[in-house]
């Protein structure tokens, strides 16, 4: 729709401000007051404190985090790895062939399927010999690949397919196997996207909560287990202050990994 | 020593020479490329249908032809980038059919250039050197020595993204005669650039073909004049076949096809009957067109009654305006009325409607001719050395 009254554009883009204030900003104020009050009776909280924040950075919150922090990083190098294949793979196959068709199918099944079926589906499949992986380290960071590697392949997939495919062919003609072909082209070309479907996957796996809950050992507890735990508990300004510091935490990931993709960017 | 001037209106002069270690002009004149009866096939679209080409050392051969004429399947076909469905492909007398692009060793220029965007243009002209584990102060000589050919040196350190069409142009070629191939494929090298680029390009590129006698150049385009300029044989391609391959002469003035008649020079074609025996191909032959009586060149041999097109360039035409409708009996006349006339800077080009015959011609007259006006009436003549006989058929 196209508005070319000044009125007009500025009812939208009001509209836009209003809806993202409410459904975005709202709750992350919220919490965000929530993390710093000690009681809240009325409207607004009272009494702040910083005990949460501090108890949220304690030694066994901290743990939690560093927990989420090694899954995510771990489940997103495998995500990004195998998509990344999957996309190369998928790409050298003609559009809309049957190969590409299933290749698509296959890796974006997990995204189509709720995360709490995706960790009942692992607990079912590995809870036996002769791959008994349930109550590992594995199957937490194997839940959050397979809840991810949809994004990584979609990401990479949509770079391969817009990539000039000339380019590999003028390297392979001047003489350049097809590893060197992969090394020097085909992946530096590539490595925005990478990067990018890096940075989503670590966003994603950071908040993963559907699946963990469901295969998480004791000994390997994510922080969202923890804030749905304190948050079950009735603990809600320390579930709070654990958000807090998740987001502070996601968001200086996702600042580094930004900086790196600006610096590939360099077509 | 050829002058370019930049855009912004300096002077850049461009020398080119071949590579400093290039090797002497062989004597043998093998084929250095030899398609046969290759085809590509894609489900069951066909792409190029038993095509046989053969490319000597130190020729230029063009294909010419419509989009999804198969001229580019063909080169990439001889480059390794297509396997064909059918047919063999020699290069050197050897069979490459199943071997990969890396190991052809042929020099390859596309339309879009495939520049390595993210490395710089010493990096790319390298490319093909270190995929061959030349040392490395083999490697920076050549690079230097590639780049000054094609009067780059000046701009070793940039990306690709930072010079123009025709810039990026001149360092795939460098890239491509790097690794000193004995074939150079060019897939419409100038059609990315602006026309007048693509002139001073085309010019450059007729410098560059006679520094370098022993390399076979396969050049795809779509623009006759590029082949006419380049090629020393040009191939007509038409619906996936080749329609006709011989010299520029032979195919501009002798067609032997309706199509590379209409495609090679736009010539207009009209039916005609034949009314003597031509015996001997190359003679004269007698033809009617309607009531007309031509006499035309006849490639092939004719008895009375035979169909065929005359063809004639628009450029062929002399005109000469008449005030009203009379009879026109003298041989290779042809009434007509000036449908439309276009100013074309160097000359005029007019759509005459042909009186008598349902047909239309394009006639070029050169500037500072009289030139008629929509509506006229006028009387085409052309000499019959201008007028060439092609069979019968339809051009589409």
């Known amino acids: 729709m196209l508005l070319h009254a000044k009125s007009a554009r500025f009812t939208i883009w009001a509209f836009l401000a ?82 590409s068709r299933v290749s698509d199918a296959v890796f974006h099944l997990p995204a189509a399927v709720p995360s709490v079926v995706v960790g009942l589906g692992l607990l079912t499949a590995f809870s036996k010999p002769p791959l008994l992986l349930n109550g590992t380290v594995a199957i937490v960071i194997l839940a959050q690949t397979l809840l991810v590697l949809a994004f990584a392949y979609s990401t990479v997939s949509a770079a391969t397919r817009d990539a000039d495919p000339l380019i590999p062919l003028a390297a392979a003609s001047l003489g350049a196997s097809r590893l060197r072909v992969l090394v020097t082209i085909r992946l530096p070309l590539l490595l925005p996207s990478i990067v990018a479907a890096a940075g989503l996957a670590v966003a994603l796996c950071m908040g993963e909560l559907g699946a963990t809950v469901m295969v998480y050992p004791a000994s390997w507890r994510t922080l969202p287990v923890t804030i749905f735990t304190l948050t079950d508990r009735g603990a809600l300004f320390d579930a709070a202050a654990n958000t807090l510091v998740l987001i502070a935490v996601t968001v200086t990931v996702l600042a580094v990994i930004a900086k790196f993709r600006g610096k590939t960017a360099v077509r | 020593m050829l002058s370019t001037k930049k855009k912004s209106g300096r002077t ?66 001889i480059a390794g980038f297509e396997q064909p469905s059918g047919g063999r492909i020699l290069l050197d007398g050897v069979d490459v059919t199943g071997t990969s692009p890396a190991q052809r060793g042929i020099g390859v220029v596309v339309q879009s250039y495939a520049l390595f965007p993210h490395m710089r243009i010493d990096a790319n002209v390298a490319y093909g050197l270190k995929a061959r584990k030349m040392p490395k102060a083999q490697i920076a000589a050549r690079v230097k020595s590639m780049l000054a050919m094609v009067g780059m040196e000046d701009h070793a350190h940039k990306l690709p993204r930072q010079l123009s069409g025709g810039q990026q142009q001149r360092v795939a070629i460098a890239r491509a005669l790097a690794i000193k191939p004995q074939v150079l494929l060019l897939d419409e090298p100038l059609s ?11 010019i450059e590129l007729q410098a560059l073909r006679s520094e370098l006698p022993e390399i076979a150049m396969v050049y795809v385009t779509h623009d006759q004049s590029e082949a006419l300029t380049l090629a020393d044989r040009i191939a007509v391609m038409r619906n996936s076949r080749l329609e006709e391959i011989g010299t520029a002469d032979q195919l501009y003035n002798r067609p032997a096809s309706a199509f590379t008649a209409k495609f090679l020079g736009g010539a207009s074609l009209l039916p005609a009957v034949s009314t003597t025996v031509v015996a001997e191909p190359g003679s004269l032959a007698s033809v009617m067109v309607g009531a007309h009586r031509m006499k035309a060149l006849a490639p092939f041999a004719l008895v009375p009654g035979d169909r065929a097109q005359v063809a004639v360039r628009p450029h062929a035409w002399q005109v000469s305006t008449r005030s009203q409708e009379t009879s026109v009996s003298a041989v290779n006349s042809l009434p007509g009325r000036v449908e439309s006339v276009q100013w074309r800077g160097a000359g005029h080009r007019l759509q005459v409607d042909l009186i008598g015959i349902a047909e239309r011609v394009t006639v070029d007259l050169p500037a500072l001719s009289a030139v008629p006006a929509p509506g006229d009436l006028v009387v085409l003549t052309v000499d019959p050395t201008h007028v060439v006989l092609v069979p019968a058929g339809a051009v589409a």
């Not at chain 1, 771990?74 to 062939?97: D, E, M």
């Not at chain 2, 002069?13 to 043998?28: F, H």
């Not at chain 2, 038993?50 to 999804?68: I, K, M, Q, Y």
Request: proline letters at 5%; hydrophobic letters at 50%.
């Open chain 2, 12 to 77: 850049q002069t461009m020398t080119i020479r071949p590579p400093q270690e290039s090797g002497v002009v062989p004597e043998d004149k093998a084929n250095a490329v030899e398609l046969r009866n290759v085809s590509v096939t894609y489900g069951t679209t066909v792409a190029l249908a038993g095509l046989e080409l053969t490319v000597a050392r130190g020729e230029t051969v063009a294909l010419l032809g419509p989009s999804g004429s198969g001229k580019s399947t063909a080169l990439k076909a």
């Open chain 1, 18 to 99: 209003a809806a993202l204030l409410l459904l975005v900003g709202a709750p992350l104020l919220v919490t965000f007051m929530a993390a710093f009050a000690g009681s809240w009776n009325g409207v607004l909280p009272s009494n702040p404190t910083l005990d949460h924040v501090g108890g949220a950075l304690a030694t066994d919150n901290l743990s939690s985090l560093m927990v989420s922090l090694q899954t995510a990083l771990f489940a997103s190098l495998l995500a990004v790895l195998l998509g990344t294949w999957a996309a190369l793979c998928a790409c050298s196959s003609p559009a809309n062939s049957a190969v």
């Open chain 2, 192 to 202: 990315a650039l602006d026309a007048s680029l693509r002139a001073e390009m085309l």
